[in-house]
Nanobody, 124 residues
Framework: QVHVVESGGGLVQAGGSLKLSCASS????????AGWFRQAPGKEREFVAA????????WYADSVKGRFTISRDNAKNTVYLQMNSLKPEDTAVYYC?????????????????WGQGTQVTVSS
């Protein structure tokens, strides 16, 4: 089991920035591939970004490419999502997730461990 906890959400104006963090304590997230997903009210959970175990490979949804950056610090057992140029349509609950294999790294139903989520609200 891997328990991950997200933090860093909040309310920000359009055009602003937020940095989300995803940390684990019981078992190091550094041994897992990780991803960020989001779910807006009335919508299905969708892929945002993912990063390989070493951090050498990253993947992004087209809607966030060029604005969001996923990174990790394995020494701190933490994965980050830097979000810049935020838009109202980025408003959602953001979830961190972990999986052991790299297969289907952008698929929501392929991840094994999930956090509780952190709310991001972007006002216009």
């Amino acid at each position: 089991q891997v328990h991950v906890v997200e933090s860093g959400g909040g309310l920000v104006q359009a055009g602003g920035s937020l940095k989300l963090s995803c940390a684990s304590s019981e078992r190091t997230i550094s041994t897992y591939n990780a991803g960020w997903f989001r779910q807006a009210p009335g919508k299905e959970r969708e892929f945002v970004a993912a990063i390989s175990r070493s951090g050498s490979s990253t993947w992004y949804a087209d809607s966030v490419k060029g604005r969001f950056t996923i990174s990790r610090d394995n020494a701190k057992n933490t994965v980050y999502l830097q979000m810049n140029s935020l838009k109202p349509e980025d408003t959602a609950v953001y979830y961190c997730a972990a999986k052991y294999t790299i297969r289907d790294i952008t698929a929501t139903n392929a991840f094994d461990y999930w956090g509780q989520g952190t709310q991001v609200t972007v006002s216009s």
